[in-house]
């Protein structure tokens, strides 16, 4: 096991091609244990193909991906997904019409520690896991309140409830670190103040790395102690939220050039 100084993630010189187009090129940042890092651009900047590089949905054209210091290259979404990377994204997915407790169980399938013969038997051991199982999702939904919901389906759900299960079925695998995709999309201005409340738990109770995708720059600045700064898939600058609002290339990216 990799010690706390070694970065959660690591990425060196990642970058893909699709045909003739670099959508990536030069990505290096380091996510530390326990950290809130945003990353930020204008619409079109690379920000969900990076994502989709570091759960090996996109395999990389060039450049490493290292998780707590092992090198992900090979890896399927699945071994990513259990080597310790887990996220949400831009669309919500969820399994409609299953109940919330089922959703948050799929998310637990990385520890279930039963055969498909005691399972299709109902074998002491399946009774046994199936029981954990229950416990472990009602325990994670009573993070998010939402532990009263447990047997509703989740379609039913309003939008932001729909948005926190999506993010307590990624806990369910227990990640190293969580990748949040607009988690604030759609959301009012209270529901995303108790979605910063619940990101910054989530860090606090799980001691997990957190890296986000979002629009919403009070979030972003609200709740982020380092920031990445996207456009045209390169990285613009890197640094803290009081760094990242007087930066000019910045300012550039999303308001166009200043007038001299």
Request: some cysteine.
């Amino acid at each position: 096991m990799a010690d706390k100084k070694t970065p959660v993630l690591e990425t060196k010189h990642l970058g893909i091609d699709f045909g003739g187009l670099t959508a990536v090129d030069e990505f290096n940042i380091e996510v530390e244990h326990g950290e809130i890092k945003g990353l930020i651009g204008p619409n079109g900047a690379g920000k969900t193909t990076i994502f989709n590089l570091l759960t090996k949905v996109y395999k990389p054209s060039r450049g490493m991906i290292l998780l707590d210091g092992t090198d992900t290259q090979g890896m399927t979404p699945e071994k990513v997904n259990r080597a310790g990377i887990a996220r949400t994204f831009q669309n919500i997915r969820l399994f409609d019409k299953l109940t919330v407790e089922e959703n948050v169980k799929i998310g637990l399938h990385n520890h279930i520690n039963y055969s498909s013969i005691e399972g299709v038997l109902r074998l002491p051991r399946y009774w046994s896991e199936e029981k954990k199982a229950h416990e472990k999702a009602l325990e994670l939904l009573d993070i998010f309140e939402m532990s009263d919901m447990a047997g509703d389906v989740a379609g039913s759900l309003p939008y932001g409830a729909q948005r926190r299960l999506e993010i307590v079925r990624a806990l369910a695998t227990e990640p190293k670190l969580l990748l949040l995709d607009e988690p604030a999309a759609g959301m009012n201005p209270s529901e995303t103040e108790e979605l910063m409340n619940n990101i910054r738990k989530i860090r606090d109770e799980f001691g997990i790395a957190i890296m986000l995708i979002e629009h919403d720059m009070k979030l972003v600045m609200g709740i982020c102690e380092n920031i990445v700064v996207v456009n045209f898939g390169k990285i613009i600058a890197k640094g803290t939220p009081a760094e990242i609002q007087s930066n000019d290339d910045v300012i550039e990216a999303y308001l166009g050039k200043r007038k001299g």
